[in-house]
């Protein structure tokens, strides 16, 4: 069982069987297609022998789910005004050059002038367009989310989902659950969520039909068929519940899906039972309305869906071998006509278009500038939707998931609170998690207990169970490295926490982020060369990870290298602007070099960033206090000192800027808090004696 993280996805369409279906089985007669041995062939090989199906599959938008930005592709408007992201203070603007296609990032001082500058190719395409077009951009084969989507219904550029609420920027990693949507099968790197060897564009006949090797050799080796051909899948001839799950696989939504025990993201295959896949939960205290891939539980909604004869399902309405965007309202209606001739028929000849009632377009949950159908087939003013509950709670899709003391439950009750930072939910998964964790057989929920327990500041606590999880599997690189982290914290086990590290990068040496913890580690054991090395490899893997420049940067400096350090203490600031800590280091190495102006641009825009960061405000307050300019680094120290009462440095420059501006009861007062955390600090004394004099 592993973690599945949820992001909006663009897919507007539905699956469905294919070709002309061979003789039906007999009534109730189970087939079983899957053979675990076949392997994926790749959609060139199904032209062929499929040519009309082949073409007609390209003009659906399944087809278009995934594809390289080119020229021939672009439809976008590349001259569009810059956005301005208030929050954030970020512009992004989009334009083309030399045949490739950019988004930058940039920001403007008080006199219009660019102060930073980042910018990044577009390289892949989510979404066929029928609604909005995503941006991917590509590092060392891991893909991001791009800020900017291209929203088709209404032409224009605006903040893709999420990020007009919280602006990820170009560190938005797209994770497996996303691609196994938006493509055929990636290969992608072991333990490594969201990097890959190679991505292939698009939705593939495979998706649908399972993996072709076994039907192509039945086939050039002159094979013949009597009745369905069970070298294939063909959904046509699975019962309906195996059916909807092939739909279902891309174009079900819920808050959080995870994986069963051993499942990976792109295990499931046409035929199988998806829930022996994935577990499917909501939480109550969202909405339950319309979402973007939200087709197959609104279609279950349905009377239609309920009582059809013979049983109705997404293939119904929709061939996936023809696009339908163009074909108009008879298109759909046609197949209401089938079962509802009478109703129709009081309606006609003035209106046919069944869906603009009974299936309305409406604006997606999350989803600027952009409607769909929602496939609920109702009376929409008879048939109203169910307020939310607001009950902390998660409720299965599944029945086999809803029992009480359900692993499930608990593991996703811990990762929409994680998700959300919602301490609730994750107080709530834990209590859930303790009652059910005796079943644990892989340790996957002791692991999420033990992650959640470190979040909340909770070390002595995650030991238990994270110890638990490695040793019911050892070779699972995210427990070694969040047991070593709970070792650190607790002061515990000093012995093993190197090893832990080392292990989990033996078995996946791509996880810069378990670099940064042991580099980090190694420098507070005194190693710095050896740090460095880490946090070097960590940026060669990942090089927009601007921590891993910032950590070079600060083990260098410490170690006295400050040509090295200012580079890159630079290179973070280059990708994060704001990061508060690598401009106050690069600040106090530029006062080093008495380069008194630069610094204090440096600490000014740190103080600025992060105005609830005592060290920031401090370092800015105690530059002011060296300028000369006493009263306004009082400002900053008492801010500094409010967030953290016991910052001995700043008390001690607090109390100094006191007693320069002559306010002498606010300096004693001050110095006084200082002797009570420092008794023989000289500073505080004289200025007592000051005082007294």
């Not at 650190?488 to 080392?502: G, N, V, W």
Request: net charge negative; with cysteine; proline share 5%.
């Amino acid at each position: 069982m592993s973690v599945l993280n949820r992001y909006g996805c663009v897919l507007l369409v539905v699956l469905a069987a294919c070709g002309s279906p061979p003789d039906e089985p007999e009534s109730g007669t189970a087939l079983t297609f899957t053979n675990l041995e076949a392997a994926y062939t790749g959609d060139a090989v199904c032209f062929d022998c499929h040519q009309e199906e082949w073409v007609g599959f390209q003009e659906h938008g399944m087809a278009r789910s995934f594809y390289a930005m080119t020229p021939e592709v672009a439809v976008e408007d590349f001259m569009a005004a810059p956005l301005h992201h208030a929050s954030s203070g970020f512009y992004y603007r989009v334009y083309a050059h030399e045949g490739e296609f950019f988004q930058e990032e940039y920001r403007l001082d008080d006199n219009d002038t660019k102060v930073h500058r980042l910018t990044r190719r577009m390289d892949y395409v989510v979404g066929s367009g029928n609604a909005a077009r995503t941006y991917l951009t590509e590092s060392n084969g891991r893909l991001y989310e791009m800020p900017l989507t291209w929203y088709s219904q209404v032409e224009k550029w605006d903040f893709s989902p999420g990020y007009e609420v919280y602006n990820k920027r170009f560190d938005r990693l797209v994770p497996d659950r996303c691609m196994a949507c938006h493509n055929s099968f990636p290969e992608s790197t072991p333990w490594v969520e969201g990097k890959y060897v190679q991505v292939p564009q698009g939705i593939s006949c495979e998706r649908c039909h399972g993996p072709g090797s076994e039907h192509v050799d039945f086939r050039l080796a002159g094979g013949t068929l009597d009745g369905p051909d069970l070298s294939i899948v063909n959904p046509a001839h699975l019962e309906r519940d195996l059916q909807m799950d092939v739909c279902q696989q891309c174009h079900l939504q819920t808050t959080v899906s995870v994986l069963r025990d051993g499942r990976g993201p792109f295990d499931y295959r046409p035929s199988q039972r998806l829930e022996d896949h994935l577990a499917f939960f909501t939480a109550q205290d969202v909405s339950t309305g319309l979402d973007v891939i939200s087709h197959a539980e609104r279609l279950a909604l349905s009377a239609c869906f309920a009582a059809s004869v013979p049983a109705m399902t997404c293939t119904t309405c929709h061939n996936p071998h023809e696009g339908f965007r163009d074909q108009g309202p008879d298109y759909f209606s046609e197949t209401c006509r089938s079962c509802h001739e009478a109703p129709l028929a009081a309606h006609e000849p003035d209106w046919t278009d069944c869906a603009s009632c009974h299936m309305p377009r409406k604006a997606a949950d999350g989803t600027p500038h952009a409607s769909f159908t929602d496939h609920w087939i109702r009376v929409p003013e008879r048939d109203v939707e169910s307020p939310a509950s607001i009950s902390k709670a998660m409720t299965s899709y599944y029945a086999r998931d809803a029992a009480a003391g359900s692993r499930m439950q608990a593991a996703a009750t811990l990762v929409h609170g994680l998700q959300q930072a919602d301490v609730e939910y994750v107080e709530l998964g834990l209590m859930l998690g303790r009652n059910s964790t005796s079943d644990d057989i892989t340790g996957e929920l002791h692991y999420l207990m033990g992650h959640a327990l470190l979040e909340l500041g909770r070390a002595e606590e995650a030991v238990a169970p994270l110890e638990v999880a490695l040793a019911r599997n050892a070779a699972v690189p995210e427990r070694l490295n969040a047991l070593a982290l709970a070792y650190e914290q607790t002061e515990s086990m000093a012995d093993s926490i190197a090893p832990l590290y080392r292990r989990a990068l033996n078995l996946a040496p791509e996880l810069a982020e378990v670099r940064l913890n042991y580099g980090r580690f190694l420098e507070r054991q005194g190693g710095a060369a050896a740090a460095v090395e880490q946090y070097r490899l960590a940026g060669r893997e990942r090089p927009w990870l601007s921590d891993a420049h910032y950590n070079e940067g600060t083990a260098l400096l410490r170690d006295g290298d400050f040509a090295a350090a200012e580079t890159a203490l630079n290179t973070a600031l280059s990708l994060q602007p704001d990061h508060a800590d690598a401009l106050g280091n690069l600040g106090m190495l530029l006062l080093t070099e008495n380069r008194e102006s630069e610094a204090g641009e440096l600490f000014a825009r740190a103080a600025r960033s992060s105005p609830n960061n005592p060290i920031a405000l401090s370092n800015f307050g105690s530059w002011l206090f060296n300028q000369g300019r006493y009263a306004e680094s009082i400002v900053y120290l008492r801010q500094a000192v409010a967030i953290e009462p016991e910052y001995l440095d700043a008390l001690v420059n607090l109390a100094l800027a006191y007693a320069r501006e002559d306010q002498m009861s606010q300096a004693r007062e001050t110095a006084q808090r200082v002797l009570q955390l420092d008794p023989q600090n000289s500073v505080a004394r004289t200025i007592i004696e000051l005082t007294d004099s």
